[in-house]
Each structure stands twice: as C-alpha cells, then as structure tokens.
C-alpha cells in the first residue's frame, strides 16, 4: 500500500511497544553491582539475564526491521535501525553493570 498506513505499520508499533515493555521489565530484573562487589562476580550471578536482554532486543529489531525492508519502507527501516543501536549502547555491558 502507497501512501497510506499499512497493516505493517502497526504491526510494527505494536511489537516495538511491546518490546519496550519487556526490556523494561527484563532490565528491573537485573539489580546494580554492590560496592566492592568484583565486576566478574557481578557477571557470573547475571550473564543469563543479561543474554536474555540483548536477545530480545535483537529479535524485536530483526522482525520489524525485516517486515519494514521487505514492504520497502527505508525510513521506518532506517529508525528502527538506529533505535536498535542506540539499545545495545543503552544497555552495553559495562553500562548493565554499573560501570
């Protein structure tokens, strides 16, 4: 559809809201470090959350980012692009940490 709002585009909104939620949800549930607790303690209590974390935001970016370039919608492909970058900068290791 040309020119007009496609069901992609919702579609697209509703899984990036919902991913907002469950990030939001997911990332509470990683606690700060402790003062004086060793960063790599820190990591062996929550790598698998925070894999988690990273894999959902992955999974949210690659569907919308496919179902937008393949309904040849370069602008909404290029946001959610950046979108998803500025995630993983937002939620980069040392930032998850406390660092």
């Known amino acids: 559809m040309r020119g ?3 069901a992609i585009d919702y579609a697209a909104v509703v899984l990036g809201g919902v991913g907002v939620l469950v990030l939001g ?4 549930r990683l606690p700060e ?3 004086g ?7 062996r209590l929550h ?3 925070a894999v988690l974390l990273w894999g959902v ?3 949210i970016a690659l569907l919308g980012a496919a179902a937008l370039f393949l309904s040849g919608r370069a602008v909404g492909f290029g946001l959610l ?3 998803a970058l500025g995630g ?3 939620l980069s290791p040392l930032r998850l940490a406390g660092e």
């Open 57 to 59: 935001l992955e999974l």
């Open 4 to 6: 007009g709002v496609a």
């Open 88 to 90: 993983l900068f937002r």
């Open 81 to 83: 692009t950046l979108l």
């Open 25 to 28: 949800s997911l990332r509470r």
């Open 37 to 43: 607790q060793p960063l790599d303690d820190w990591w």
């Open 47 to 49: 790598l698998g959350e």
């Open 33 to 35: 470090r402790s003062a």
